[in-house]
């Protein structure tokens, strides 16, 4: 699994692009239009740190940021063409390594994982050992 971060951070810093970037992009996708505020909150990280991205994107012109005509204080992020094009490229090149990294499996297999991940990423409460696993197995 490390590997396979590791090409998918590999074909966004060939792009020219960090992990960040490519996430604040994808909410923006989804979004359309967005404050940096809401940015954070999707992101889970501080408006800070969505405003050290957005100057890089911004300088590299694949974001917009425009102050709305009702509220001067709040500051709209959007998205320009250039950008839906980097994305596009980006996101088909991820496919293609998870294509190949799954090759070999078979659907049953990639369901099950599918399954297991989304139990992971739930957020549900799980008891926390007494022990450490290992420990548990040793016994």
């Given amino acids: 699994m490390a590997q396979l971060h590791g090409c998918v951070r590999g074909a966004f810093a060939e792009d020219g692009m ?3 970037q490519m996430a604040l992009l994808r909410a923006l996708i989804h979004r359309g239009t967005a404050t940096p505020k ?3 909150e999707a992101l889970s990280v501080t408006t800070g740190n969505i405003t ?5 994107l911004e300088a ?8 709305s005509a009702e509220d001067r204080r709040v500051v709209n992020v959007q998205l320009t063409s250039k950008a839906r094009k980097r994305f596009e490229k980006v996101r ?3 496919v293609d390594m998870l294509s190949e990294a799954f090759d070999g499996w078979t659907l049953p297999e990639i369901a099950q994982l599918q399954r297991l991940l989304e139990k ?8 926390v050992p007494s022990r450490r696993p290992a420990a548990r197995l040793r016994q």
């Fill in 92 to 94: 088909r090149a991820s």
């Fill in 52 to 56: 050290g991205l957005l100057d890089k």
């Fill in 38 to 40: 809401d940015l954070a």
């Fill in 120 to 127: 992971l990423s739930s957020g549900q409460p799980r008891g």
């Fill in 60 to 67: 590299a012109g694949l974001v917009t940021r425009k102050r």
């Fill in 18 to 20: 960090s992990v960040g």
